[in-house]
């Protein structure tokens, strides 16, 4: 039964996946509505509170002695993604915990803590 659930959960999430890589501005279902660029930046704001404050800061002001500062930060979103998506040094890897809408999304919100 759990791995039924498991099966069509990840049958879903990849179905959600694959219509957003198809238009660009669908989101799977049971999400906020995405804003107008396709992403669901309320759903980015909680993953950055969860997955990465503790490192990068709330506001992108550093906690971690290492980790960049996200506020002066110039890397392109497609550079975000990959370091976001495969890790870097002591930045872990997120594939494996984030799906892509969600990497991209976190990759696009954290361009507010720039001025
Ligand atoms: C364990 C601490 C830690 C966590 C958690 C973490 N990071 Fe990082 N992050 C780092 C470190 C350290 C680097 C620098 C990597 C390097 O260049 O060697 C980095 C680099 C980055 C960069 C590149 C910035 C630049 O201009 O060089 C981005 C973007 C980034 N992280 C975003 C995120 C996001 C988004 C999350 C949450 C999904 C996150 N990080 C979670 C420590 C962390």
Known sequence: ???????????????GVLGLMACGSSSPEGHEMPDAAGLDLANASR????KCAMCHGEDGKPVLATAPDLRTSNMTV???????????????PHRNTLDMPSIR??????DKFTD
């Open 1 to 15: 039964m759990g791995l039924r659930l498991q099966t069509k959960a990840t049958a879903l999430l990849f179905l």
């Open 47 to 50: 993953n950055y509170a969860m």
């Open 78 to 92: 497609e550079e975000r993604v990959a370091i976001i998506a495969y890790g870097k040094g002591t930045m872990p």
């Open 105 to 110: 999304g976190l990759a696009v919100y954290i």
